[in-house]
């Protein structure tokens, strides 16, 4: 069953149980499993979502591990309810999404370069993506329209982006590369 779910939904589910323990937290409320459809557990998780400041995105698809463990019991799905559904509808038109990517500036292009170094051994492939990363750039290309043959590189591109994050060069949920 672990292989069931991408490292994503993994963590993105995992990440949910720990704030799902802060809002039955903040709320006084006892999590029992499985959850009953009339049951006020998920209004609450969503509120405490929505009050918090998360994006509708994430309001509509943290619930979603309820779903998720309820189906593999061959339970009912509490998010189904017509209350859930509303709450999550409600949360995306008083909150829409607004993730809109930061351009890459010159300055973060040749500070991206500069890090292929230690994220890429290979001098050839350290210049080949200099050369990607800077065609990219000057002729507003997509990264992905480049080397779609080299899906393996994406992780070198976000490792490199990340390298960056960690140094505090970059925050990484608000620049999007085209991959």
């Known amino acids: 069953m672990a292989s069931s779910l991408s490292a994503p939904s993994s963590s993105s589910y995992s990440h949910s149980w720990v704030v799902l323990g802060n809002s039955a937290e903040r709320y006084a409320i006892t999590l029992n499993l499985p959850v009953k459809q ?20 994430k309001i509509t698809s943290y619930p979603s591990v309820f779903s ?20 999550r509808v409600s949360a995306r038109k008083l909150r ?11 300055s973060i292009l040749y500070k991206i370069c500069d890090v292929l170094i230690f994220t890429v051994s290979n001098v050839y492939e350290q210049t080949m993506f200099k050369s990607m990363f800077l ?3 000057f002729e507003f290309l997509k990264i992905g329209k480049i080397f779609t043959v080299f899906n393996v590189y994406k992780q070198t591109i976000l ?16 620049i999007k590369l085209h991959v």
């Not at 998720?68 to 709450?87: F, R």
């Not at 829409?96 to 010159?106: A, G, N």
């Not at 390298?163 to 990484?172: M, P, Q, T």
């Open 38 to 57: 009339h049951d006020i557990v998920l209004v609450y998780y969503i509120a405490y979502l929505f009050s918090e400041g998360y994006a509708a995105s």
């Open 68 to 87: 998720y463990i309820h189906k593999l019991n061959n339970l009912i799905d509490p998010c189904a309810s017509c209350l859930v559904q509303k709450l």
């Open 96 to 106: 829409p999404s607004q993730d809109v990517p930061l351009l890459i500036t010159k």
């Open 135 to 137: 065609l990219d750039f």
């Open 159 to 174: 490792k490199s982006m990340f390298l960056l994050d960690f140094f505090g060069v970059l925050r990484i949920g608000k």
